[in-house]
């Protein structure tokens, strides 16, 4: 049996399509059955749970550490299983700008975190505590079925943009990360950390372009680059080019208005 904590959301929906396809045991976890389906084990324990919206653990920091770092712990409590799939954050990393910074392998200081990547960070730990059997996946930026927010997200419908259009970063399609994760679940190297990202960036103009509108940008909107390294998922699983996923994402969308 398989477990999927967070299986309707962006994320988590798309090991939910994977698993359906396959014909997979699994069990979706959500607030509604989450008490009575406490203490309840599973071979794979998949969890897309944790919270995405990065401004609340500088607004709410003790509400967004209870979404990104209580709300594992106690499912590292409340479900006993043989392999846990923990969703983080390639935020962890103080910067993401290049490949060369952001290796799994490299010591983290948690005092250059980000309030958000440091709360990510402290969830990573309680899953390498308690965990029998694990993998984190680091994740970036994703497109897919029920996306509400990010820059694709905005330059689709009209803005305004909350980073500037100069900007380059990683996506990849919410299926499949599914893929890629469950591969490295299944065949790479336990207890280990590996960067799930799409390859290479794309620039937020060159989606603004696509889309073939003009889009404003909020006044002050900081210019980022999310670039981590991808080498050590690449060794297990095929990982798909960020341009590709975002263009095709776009286009698909814009055939159905």
């Not at 324990?45 to 944790?50: K, M, Q, R, Y």
């Not at 594992?72 to 700008?97: A, K």
């Not at 890629?180 to 790479?188: P, R, S």
Request: with cysteine; glycine share 8%; hydrophobic share 40%.
């Amino acid at each position: 049996m398989i477990f999927v904590i967070g299986g309707r959301g962006l994320v988590g929906s798309g090991f939910v399509r994977l698993l359906e396809a396959r014909g997979d045991e699994f069990q979706i976890i959500d607030r509604a059955n989450y008490d009575s389906l406490r203490g309840q084990k599973c071979e794979l324990l998949v969890n897309a749970n944790g919270n995405s919206r990065k401004p609340l653990a500088k607004q709410a920091p003790l509400e967004e550490f209870d979404a990104s770092v209580r709300s594992v712990r106690s499912s590292l409590i409340d479900f006993p299983c043989e392999t846990y799939v923990h969703i983080s954050s390639c935020d962890v990393y103080p910067d993401c700008t290049s490949p060369e910074v952001s290796r799994e392998d490299q010591i983290l200081n948690p005092a250059k975190q980000s309030p958000y990547g440091f709360h990510k960070y402290l969830a990573e730990q309680c899953v390498m505590h308690a965990a029998p059997r694990w993998i984190v996946a680091r994740c970036g930026g994703f497109v897919g079925p029920g996306l509400r927010k990010n820059a694709i997200f905005d330059a689709l419908h009209g803005g305004p943009l909350w980073l500037d259009p100069a900007s380059s970063l990683q996506f990849l399609h919410t299926d499949q990360a599914a893929e890629v994760i469950l591969k490295l679940a299944t065949q790479a190297p336990a207890n280990r950390v590996y960067n799930v990202c799409g390859q290479g960036v794309i620039s937020i103009a060159e989606v603004i372009e696509a889309v073939g509108q003009p889009v404003p940008v909020q006044p002050g909107s900081p210019k980022v680059r999310y670039e981590v390294s991808v080498e050590s998922a690449q060794q297990f699983a095929e990982i798909p080019e960020t341009r590709k996923t975002v263009l095709d994402f776009v286009r698909a969308q814009l055939e159905t208005r």
